[in-house]
Structure formats: C-alpha cells, structure tokens
C-alpha cells in the first residue's frame, strides 16, 4: 500500500468515526434522563454512573463491529469515548467505562500487556521464552514492559522490554535503561492468521470442560 492510498484510507475511516459518532450522539440524544445528566454542571455520582450506563453500550458495540472484520474499524470509538467519559464523568468513571468498552477485545485477545520484573537470573533464563511462547500458543501481540537496574532494597531486575508479534518473532527490544520502543501491530494479518490456524478454537478454558476432556 502507497503513501497515497494509505493517507486516503485514514481519512475515509476518520469521516466514517465521525459519522458513527454523530449517530450515537443523536441516538442519546432522544433520552431526556441523558440530557439532564450531560448538561448539568455538577454530576453526583449517580449522574456519572448514569452517564457510564448510557454511553458504554453503543461504544461496546463499536468495539464488536471492530473484530467482526477490518471494514468496519471505524465503527471503534473507544478511545474517544474513553476520554469523553473522563471529562464529563471525572477520574473514576473514565477509568472504569474505559476498561469497560475494551472487554470485546480483551476476550478476543488482541494484544497482551505483559509488564514484569524479572531478576536477572529468571529474566535471563525464561522471560524471552515466555513472551514469545504466549504470543504463539495465543495467537497475538504481545507489549512487555520491563523494570531495569538495581533497586533500593540491591535487587536488580533484568529489564529487556519487548514487543513480539503473533507468530513469536520479536519486533522491538529495549535491552537496558530508560526508553520507549513502538512496532507497527497489523490486526488485519494477526485475524487471518488466526483463520488459517483455528488453534484458539480448541481451548477448554473453565474447570468443566477441563473435567470433560480428562474423562
């Protein structure tokens, strides 16, 4: 894909987000309660939690439209609608509605934050292995933060931040020291990779179905 075509495709799917946002605007809109909670000044808690209440679902659903397939990412508003809830809701219930419209893509295992502090000895022995073995047998990204250096209490943690990809290569490291690593994250390619190796349909995740397969 050309520079030209990519900066077309962004700009399509912004004046697609911003469709799919003045939807769900009016759509809220028609709720007197919503009206009374949004334009009031001072929000008690119950006003906030009522903002929460009505604007995580249509956010969740945007979520689900997401991972449904890639022609419909624009429908995912949840870092907008993340922010729009800090700052009309307060500290808590951005947080907390945040967390909330992510579940969608957190069941689906998207990408895995795996922060740690590994000793040096177990962090030289197992903590690459162990990223790039969670990457694998989910098929996902996987963002690891890692602490470096020596402590106040003399414990020195091994550091070496990674960024491993859904087929368990690794597309970025930070070996020691202060910083910050990117990688580009292609959900379009992890989703058909996922398709062509249904591994993640054989999981037995819960105690009876773990039962099950013993017997």
């Given at each position: 894909m050309d520079t030209?075509?990519?900066v077309r495709d962004l700009l399509f799917t912004l004046l697609l987000k911003v469709a799919v946002a003045s939807s769900?605007?009016?759509?809220?809109?028609?709720?007197?309660?919503?009206?009374?909670?949004?334009f009031t000044e001072e929000r008690d808690?119950?006003?906030?939690?009522?903002?929460m209440l009505f604007m995580t679902p249509p956010l969740i659903v945007g979520v689900t439209l997401r991972l449904v397939g890639y022609p419909y990412r624009f429908a995912d508003l949840s870092l907008e609608g993340a922010f729009l809830m800090g700052l009309l809701g307060g500290?808590?219930?951005?947080?907390?509605?945040?967390a909330i419209i992510t579940i969608p893509a957190l069941i689906s295992h998207e990408w895995l934050a795996m922060p740690?502090?590994?000793t040096v000895p177990t962090g030289r022995a197992h903590w690459e292995t162990l990223l790039r073995a969670r990457a694998i047998e989910n098929l996902c990204y996987v963002v690891a933060p890692a602490q470096s250096g020596t402590h106040s209490s003399g414990r020195e943690?091994?550091?070496?931040?990674?960024?491993?990809?859904?087929?368990?290569?690794?597309?970025?490291?930070l070996a020691k020291g202060t910083g910050v690593i990117t990688a580009d994250i292609d959900l379009a390619k992890e989703a058909e990779t996922r398709a062509r190796f249904p591994?993640?349909?054989n999981r037995q995740l819960g105690l009876p179905n773990v039962a099950a397969v013993l017997t």
């Open positions: 030209a075509t990519s769900i605007a009016a759509l809220l809109a028609r709720w007197n309660t919503f009206r009374r909670v949004l808690p119950d006003q906030k939690l009522k903002l500290r808590v219930v951005g947080p907390i509605g945040g740690a502090a590994f943690t091994y550091g070496d931040s990674l960024i491993v990809d859904y087929w368990g290569q690794v597309l970025s490291r591994a993640l349909d």
